[in-house]
């Protein structure tokens, strides 16, 4: 059960970012009438107690922290969709090579050397900053027999316009020498999820694993992890 004090400090959280979101909109807005350069993405890592924020929301994070550092969450019953249910919502439509290279600034993260080389691949999208028919990321969904569903994203941020965000006391694993952050859930009807996020100077990456065998979360997130490492970045 969530509390009244958790579902107030999600709705403080919530209004924060929006503002956030507004405030860079603006920015972005104000830089476009005045015919000035709009500034590329960036990467900021904060603590918590150095963020704008309202101490609703710093509570928030904090509390969010110490349950991610505790191992996997315990989520209520359908919080966590099922492998199928995911595979029936996601169109099958996978782009050409040739597409990718010619919409991306980058040619997309090697898979070879990763787990990924036996899954079987669903879907591939667009991600990050749109313009025009051009991308600066992309997502590639995989099913991956006997494990789950696993998607990948990947974005050349600074080519975009947008702010990444990171807390200091999230960063809670290393891909190589980069700081990540790995987070587990298991739901109640027995099914879990996995993800994994790090940034680069090039790129920010996301894995996330769901899987109807919440009981073997773990090894999912060790899953990804190996997937991070053997990347062709």
């Given at each position: 059960?969530?509390?009244?004090?958790?579902r107030?400090?999600?709705?403080?959280?919530?209004?924060?970012?929006?503002?956030?979101?507004?405030?860079?909109?603006?920015?972005?807005?104000?830089?476009?009438?005045?015919?000035?350069p709009?500034?590329?993405?960036?990467?900021?890592?904060?603590?918590?107690?150095?963020?704008?924020?309202?101490?609703?929301?710093?509570?928030?994070?904090?509390?969010?922290?110490?349950?991610?550092?505790?191992?996997?969450?315990?989520?209520?019953?359908?919080?966590?969709?099922?492998?199928?249910?995911?595979?029936?919502?996601?169109?099958?439509?996978?782009?050409?090579?040739?597409?990718?290279?010619?919409?991306?600034?980058?040619?997309?993260?090697?898979?070879?050397?990763?787990?990924?080389?036996?899954?079987?691949?669903?879907?591939?999208?667009?991600?990050?900053?749109?313009?025009?028919?051009?991308?600066?990321?992309?997502?590639?969904?995989?099913?991956?027999?006997?494990?789950?569903?696993?998607?990948?994203?990947?974005?050349?941020?600074?080519?975009?316009?947008?702010?990444?965000?990171?807390?200091?006391?999230?960063?809670n694993?290393?891909?190589?020498?980069?700081?990540?952050?790995?987070?587990?859930?298991?739901?109640?009807?027995?099914?879990?999820?996995?993800s994994?996020?790090?940034?680069?100077?090039?790129?920010?990456?996301?894995?996330?694993?769901?899987?109807?065998?919440?009981?073997?979360?773990?090894?999912?997130?060790?899953?990804?992890?190996?997937?991070?490492?053997?990347?062709?970045?």
């Amino acid at each position: 059960m969530v509390s009244a004090q958790e579902r107030s400090n999600v709705d403080a959280v919530g209004q924060w970012l929006r503002q956030l979101t507004n405030e860079a909109v603006a920015r972005q807005q104000e830089a476009l009438l005045q015919d000035a350069p709009i500034a590329e993405g960036d990467y900021v890592v904060k603590s918590i107690a150095d963020l704008d924020a309202p101490p609703t929301v710093k509570t928030h994070f904090q509390n969010e922290v110490i349950a991610q550092h505790a191992g996997a969450k315990t989520m209520a019953t359908g919080t966590i969709p099922s492998v199928a249910a995911l595979i029936a919502q996601t169109p099958v439509r996978v782009l050409s090579d040739d597409v990718l290279r010619e919409r991306l600034p980058v040619p997309p993260a090697g898979i070879d050397e990763t787990p990924l080389r036996a899954a079987r691949l669903v879907n591939t999208d667009w991600s990050g900053t749109r313009n025009g028919v051009n991308a600066t990321g992309l997502s590639r969904i995989f099913l991956l027999e006997g494990i789950g569903f696993i998607e990948f994203s990947e974005d050349s941020y600074r080519l975009g316009a947008g702010r990444i965000l990171q807390l200091k006391e999230a960063l809670n694993a290393t891909v190589g020498n980069t700081p990540a952050m790995s987070h587990m859930e298991r739901s109640v009807d027995g099914r879990g999820m996995a993800s994994l996020s790090w940034v680069t100077p090039e790129k920010s990456f996301q894995l996330r694993l769901v899987t109807d065998d919440g009981a073997s979360v773990e090894k999912g997130a060790e899953l990804l992890m190996q997937i991070a490492e053997g990347l062709d970045k």
